[in-house]
């Protein structure tokens, strides 16, 4: 158990919808990363929020956005969905007692119908 | 501009069989070298952090080596349950604490 907690882990949606995914950080930890995984491809780095403020931006679509709350819990919001947004979508967190390694959630499995 | 390399994409080994999978790495400044363990439709699993050329580290049948290049993880006696893609980053000390991936390598243990 790394310690970082994501919910939902299975979501259904259809296209057009708006999902919110929820991630706990490890006790301690200042910072989340959000990154996205699509079947049998590598690990796509979105955005990243230290502390509440936002950090780093990667490959994140417009349709996608993010926020650290005070409780250094985040969520990742994602609208107007498209079949192929359908993937694993996974949080990390460090910092803290972590020091600068990331420990990974379990994921949240999106598809899209 | 950083870049990390993973070969081989693929390894089939039978159970026993010792090997390494190789990661090779280029940034301006390391500020770690980082390996972990994923299964399908999981999370990926941290295993070691190195953070300079020289250091070791060790757990179980997996042991971690690091020099300026490159880092290597040697598998001494796979079993079937080590099967999984094993995934190295880097971290630059200019990154902001973000990694830069390796595409993995694939390692399949046939008993």
């Known amino acids: 158990d790394s310690g970082v907690t994501q919910t939902p882990k299975h979501l259904i949606t259809a296209t057009g919808q708006r999902v919110t995914l929820r991630c706990s950080p490890r006790?301690?930890?200042?910072?989340v990363y959000w990154y996205q995984q699509s079947l049998d491809q590598g690990l796509q780095f979105l955005i990243q929020y230290y502390n509440g403020e936002e950090r780093a931006k990667g490959n994140i679509l417009e349709r996608f956005s993010a926020q650290q709350f005070p409780d250094l819990h985040s969520e990742l919001n994602l609208s107007s969905l498209e079949l192929g947004d359908s993937a694993l979508y996974f949080c990390?967190?460090?910092?803290?007692?972590?020091?600068?390694?990331?420990?990974f959630g379990e994921g949240s499995w999106l598809t899209v119908v | 501009e950083d870049q990390v390399t993973q070969s081989p994409e693929a390894l089939r080994l039978q159970e026993g069989e010792s090997s390494s999978l190789n990661c090779s790495y280029t940034v301006s400044g390391l500020r770690g070298l980082f390996w972990y363990r994923q299964d399908p439709g999981k999370g990926p699993e941290f295993l070691f952090t190195l953070y300079s050329a020289g250091e070791e580290k060790e757990k179980e049948r997996l042991k971690a080596t690091l020099t300026k290049k490159e880092s290597f993880l040697h598998i001494t006696a796979p079993k079937p349950e080590d099967s999984a893609t094993y995934l190295c980053?880097?971290?630059?000390?200019?990154?902001?604490?973000?990694?830069?991936w390796g595409a993995g390598t694939k390692l399949i243990i046939k008993p």
């Open positions: 980053a880097v971290q630059d000390m200019d990154s902001n604490y973000q990694l830069i």
């Open positions: 006790s301690g930890d200042l910072s």
């Open positions: 990390a967190s460090t910092g803290g007692t972590s020091g600068n390694t990331i420990y």
